[in-house]
Each structure stands twice: as structure tokens, then as C-alpha cells.
């Protein structure tokens, strides 16, 4: 009863959310305390008060990109799009261009791929001096919750990759009005 129950509950976000969560159904078929587990990092990996929704899911879309998650990165631009995030601020995001985005969102932008790199050609002072704008503009809370944002994540992609339900260069579709 419990698997099913959570099977009609992840259907039902598959459609809010526009794309499958196959390996989350897997998890329920093994374990659905192993689900319920994942489950409960949801609030943490979805913690924002302070951080405007501009920033939050710029840091959430560069950290996927990174992950090189596409149907990850189309479920959190559907979300965004849901919030109400400009369409075309994320396509500029998606693009890498940065002359069509606010100045407080290119620093967002390069302080996520900044903590995100996977090499060590990473510069640690600009990391460190971004991070010091971060904490000025958003405060402490907001710093926690940006961080929050990149490290939650990368966690979907990482227990599909390990499952074996990743799937890398997906195209990915931003509708703009």
C-alpha cells in the first residue's frame, strides 16, 4: 500500500514537474525507506527565505549544467518558469550570456561555477571574493541558502548517475513569452 501510495505521488510531481523521475520509482520498488530517506532532504535542498528566486535557481541551473543532468536541468527551468522567473533571463543563463543579465545575477552566475568546478585551475581568490559579495548583498542566511541551492542540487544527478538513470546532453527547452 505505502509503494503505491508514493508511486501515485511521484507520478502526480511528474507532471507539475514536465519530466520522469524513473530512478525515484526504482528506489520506491527496492526501498521505500530509502525513498522516504531521500525524501527528507527535500526541505533542505529546497530551503529559501532570503535569496530572491532569480538567484536561487540561476545557482540551481549552473550547478546542473556542471552535473550535465538535462532532464535535472529541464525539471528545475519548469520550476523556475513556474515561479515566475523571466524566460529569457534563464535562456541568457542557459547561453552564457552574460551582457543580457543583471550584474547582481552574473556574480551569482560565477560564484556557482566557481564552486562548482571540477578542476584545479579554479581561482581561489576570486571564489573567496565572490563569495565576500554574496554574503554583502544576501547576508549570512542568504549565503547559506545559495549554498543550499548548488549543493541540493547536484544530489539528484549523482544517485541517478550511480543508479544508472542519467542522461547527459537531453536538449533542454526554455518556452519565453
Known amino acids: 500500500m505505502l509503494r503505491w501510495l508514493i508511486h501515485r505521488r511521484l507520478k502526480a510531481e511528474e507532471k507539475k514537474l514536465g519530466e520522469s523521475v524513473d530512478y525515484l520509482h526504482h528506489v520506491v520498488d527496492v526501498s521505500p525507506a530509502a525513498f522516504l530517506r531521500f525524501a527528507s532532504i527535500l526541505p533542505f535542498a529546497n530551503s529559501r527565505k532570503v535569496l530572491p528566486k532569480d538567484a536561487w535557481f540561476v545557482a540551481q541551473i549552473v550547478a546542473l549544467q556542471r552535473e550535465d543532468c538535462g532532464p535535472c536541468l529541464q525539471?528545475?527551468?519548469?520550476l523556475a518558469r513556474q515561479a515566475g522567473v523571466d524566460g529569457s533571463l534563464l535562456r541568457a543563463?542557459?547561453?552564457?550570456?552574460?551582457?543580457?543579465?543583471?550584474?547582481?545575477?552574473?556574480?551569482?552566475?560565477?560564484?556557482a561555477r566557481s564552486v562548482t568546478a571540477d578542476d584545479d585551475n579554479t581561482?581561489?581568490?576570486?571564489?573567496?571574493?565572490?563569495?565576500?559579495?554574496?554574503?554583502k548583498r544576501y547576508g549570512d542566511r542568504g549565503l547559506i541558502e545559495l549554498s543550499y541551492a548548488i549543493a541540493g542540487s547536484r544530489i539528484p544527478p549523482t544517485l541517478k548517475r550511480c543508479l544508472g538513470y542519467a542522461k547527459s546532453c537531453s536538449v533542454v527547452t526554455v518556452n519565453v513569452p
Open 123 to 135: 581561482d581561489v581568490a576570486d571564489a573567496d571574493a565572490l563569495r565576500e559579495v554574496m554574503r
Open 93 to 111: 543563463v542557459l547561453d552564457g550570456n552574460c551582457h543580457e543579465l543583471p550584474s547582481e545575477i552574473v556574480d551569482v552566475l560565477r560564484f
Open 75 to 78: 525539471i528545475t527551468l519548469n
